[in-house]
């Protein structure tokens, strides 16, 4: 099991090499449209998932619980496509959720401004002015949402397995070279460890959202890392009783051998609802 992540400036043809690359490897493709799906099913409409999807949040929407339910949701959907095999993520900060991940190839996409803004004006019928308008804020986004929900540096080419500029390369020849080398890079055995790392991942996100969201136990900034069967909490809560909730809550989730906490108590901490 192989994950492809896109990370793509606007106008670097991301979205159509993805399908090219889809058409190739014979990958799922998990692009916004089909994340916009999954995350509706989840119960975060577009309404809400906009507030977020590519770009830093506002002031009030940067404290909301939307915010961490987002960003919940989508971790949990990745995992749930991964899991399921080979996939292509466009997007969404997928390189740092699935950083780690043996089985994990990640592009970066990029062309000079001139060329952008050019194939902006093209697809808009605007303006140089507004094409490049257009451009600036769709990087600042970009750029602003890794930031805000990751703390990395989108523009940083050492945060990418291969930086590939578009600017003379058609998709299908764009996506050729991305197979080639996600080939040499990814064996067989990085694939069956991905799928292993990635059975982990989800296992952390279903103990995450019984002890969240199905038993509301309240425990801040919760992390669950899942290494086999063996779960180990990370957070911040008001009471021990409340740890040991979380901790019955992660032992009755199916797949779960054991449960550790590492759970910090902070008898005066509290966050905005």
């Keep these: 099991m192989a994950v492809i992540t896109i990370a793509r400036e606007l106008a670097t043809l991301g979205e159509e090499i993805a399908r090219e690359l889809g058409s190739l490897t014979g990958y799922k493709l998990v692009d916004k449209e089909f994340l916009e799906k999954r995350l509706g099913e989840f119960g975060l409409g577009p309404e809400k998932s906009l507030k977020y999807d590519e770009k830093k949040p506002g002031f009030w929407a940067s404290l909301s619980q939307e915010r961490d339910d ?40 990029v062309a000079p401004l001139a060329v952008r803004t050019e194939r902006v004006m093209r697809r808009y019928s605007c303006d140089e002015r507004h094409a490049l308008q257009i451009v600036e804020q769709s990087d600042h986004d970009r ?3 890794h930031k805000y929900f990751f703390s990395m540096d989108w ?12 600017a003379r390369l058609e998709p299908a020849a764009a996506a050729a070279v991305i197979d080639g080398a996600r080939r040499l890079l990814v064996d067989a055995g990085k694939d069956e460890a991905g799928r292993a790392r990635v059975a982990e991942l989800l296992l952390g996100q279903k103990v995450v959202t019984e002890i969240v969201y199905a038993k509301r136990v309240p425990v801040h900034f919760l992390e669950a890392n899942a290494s086999g069967g063996r779960v180990v909490l990370h957070g911040v809560a008001n009471t021990q009783a409340a740890i040991d909730l979380a901790l019955a809550a992660a032992r009755s989730v199916p797949g779960v051998t054991e449960a550790e906490s590492a759970i910090q108590v902070v008898q005066e901490f509290t966050v905005m609802p």
Excluded: M, Q
Excluded at 155 to 166: A, K, Q, V, W
């Design 155 to 166: 523009n940083d080419p050492r945060e990418y397995d291969l930086c590939l500029c578009t």
């Design 70 to 109: 987002y960003l919940h949701y989508l971790k949990t959907a990745l995992f749930e496509e991964a899991a399921g095999g080979d996939c292509i993520v466009v997007g969404r900060g997928g390189s740092l959720i699935f950083k780690g991940l043996p089985s994990l190839f990640s592009v970066r996409l």
């Design 143 to 145: 750029a602003g949402f």
